[in-house]
């Protein structure tokens, strides 16, 4: 099937040029950042998490996401989903690397990484978290890949793939919550220290996977033969509506046990993020505007008339899509460094350098989902045209 990546229109070879420039770009960039140290980006020692880990704890959700289709057609027999779940698993597959290069770029020195398997320490949770993701990566390739196969040669799946789609559907809320302990399991941080963080993560993570995954669907629809079903969107849809407002509830939770409880180290993190605190406040617009649209998108999400509107339902979708992903990004990380423990404020916004290497690797992402989407989707028409 690796063949079928080098079919395709003008469109798609200029989509694919132009992520292999941003790709270049980044890539030139990192190199820069791997002769001068981290010292190109704006992280110190009061905040050593920045922009690379805030586009990894929201990536490993969007993979996590990709369960939100798995489940009802492998476990509950939903057959309706079988049209579109080798594009959330494909989607998975594309998040998980994402998020293993943002490691490699946070960790400056990419040798570093092999330390984890050189020597393994149990009792870390980054051992697990490394563990989690690049099992669930696995999983999502050798599933996705067969299932696939499978379709286009008109046979049953074998069934040992149902058994690891299966586990898969079990495996993918532990990359998520493997991720939420390596925070709130850092006792001197009041911001991540939280037993309701691990369901808010889940929660963002059901919310903005699929999100992403019905404007994947809409644009599949709008520049292919392949039509993924009105019936699977709006059915994503919902799910997408009832998790963002349980993301939103967990959120509100938290704001009412910080402040009812009167934890002074607990409020001023909060305090940063949406109002400043000792004159400092660089977050205050983007967490409003997090809010806002989530707020937005639930009432447009919720209603039936606005949801079952395709143009406004991919309003909804990009505004759950971008506040999640400042909420979850730079809220996350910024709110649980500032302050620090001793109550001083250091701010951390990103360099140019950071950025551009961010965009490279959202770029790196977006050109492996592309590739076997095309795949994906040149199989689809194959099978739809016999």
Same mark, same amino acid.
């Given at each position: 099937?690796?063949? +079928? ?13 132009? +992520? ?36 990894? #704890? ?36 594309? &998040? ?6 943002? !490691? ?8 570093? &990484? +092999? ?7 149990? %009792? ?13 990566? =696995? ?17 049953? $799946? ?28 850092? /006792? ?5 220290? #939280?037993?309701?963080? &691990? /369901? ?10 699929? &999100?992403? =995954?019905? =404007? ?43 402040? $009812?409880?009167? !934890? ?11 109002? %400043? ?7 205050? /617009? ?37 506040? #999640? ?22 701010? $951390?916004? /990103? #360099? ?15 050109? !492996?989902?592309?590739? +076997? ?14």
């Amino acid at each position: 099937m690796l063949e +079928l990546v080098i079919k395709g229109s003008k469109k798609y070879w200029a989509l694919i040029i132009g +992520l292999l420039i941003v790709m270049g770009i980044g890539f030139g960039f990192w190199l820069w950042q791997l002769s001068f140290g981290l010292g190109i980006t704006g992280m110190s020692r009061d905040v050593s998490w920045g922009f690379y880990i805030a586009q990894f #704890t929201f990536l490993v959700g969007v993979a996590a996401g990709g369960v939100m289709v798995v489940l009802p057609y492998y476990l509950h027999d939903y057959k309706a989903f079988g049209r579109i779940t080798i594009l959330g698993e494909f989607l998975a597959i594309a &998040a998980v690397i994402m998020c293993l290069l943002f !490691i490699i770029a946070d960790l400056g020195y990419p040798m570093r &990484a +092999l330390n984890v398997l050189l020597y393994p320490t149990p %009792g870390s949770v980054l051992f697990w978290d490394m563990i989690v993701l690049n099992v669930y990566l =696995l999983l999502n390739i050798v599933v996705g890949w067969n299932v696939l196969e499978a379709e286009r040669n008109g046979i049953p $799946y074998p069934g040992w793939v149902k058994v690891l789609a299966i586990f898969s559907i079990v495996w993918a809320p532990l990359i998520h919550t493997v991720t939420a302990y390596l925070y709130c399991g850092l /006792p001197g941080r009041g911001f991540w220290l #939280t037993a309701i963080l &691990a /369901p808010r993560f889940l929660a963002s993570a059901f919310a903005a996977g699929p &999100a992403l =995954l019905i =404007l994947l669907c809409l644009i599949i629809r709008r520049v292919t033969k392949f039509d993924p079903g009105r019936e699977q969107i709006q059915s994503l849809a919902k799910i997408v509506a009832y998790a963002i407002t349980i993301n939103v509830f967990f959120f509100l939770c938290e704001i009412f046990v910080v402040f $009812y409880s009167r !934890i002074p180290s607990h409020m001023d993190h909060i305090r940063y993020l949406f109002f %400043g605190l000792h004159g400092h406040g660089v977050l205050v /617009p983007w967490m409003w505007t997090s809010i806002s649209l989530m707020v937005v998108a639930i009432g447009l999400l919720v209603v039936p008339v606005t949801r079952k509107n395709e143009a406004v339902l991919a309003v909804a979708c990009v505004a759950v899509f971008i506040g #999640t992903w400042i909420d979850k990004g730079m809220g996350m990380i910024s709110g649980g460094f500032v302050p620090n423990p001793l109550h001083h404020v250091v701010e $951390y916004t /990103p #360099t140019i350098p950071e950025i551009i290497i961010t965009l490279g690797v959202w770029a790196t992402g977006f050109f !492996i989902l592309t590739l +076997l989407y095309k795949i994906a989707v040149s199989v689809k028409e194959e099978v739809s045209e016999v």
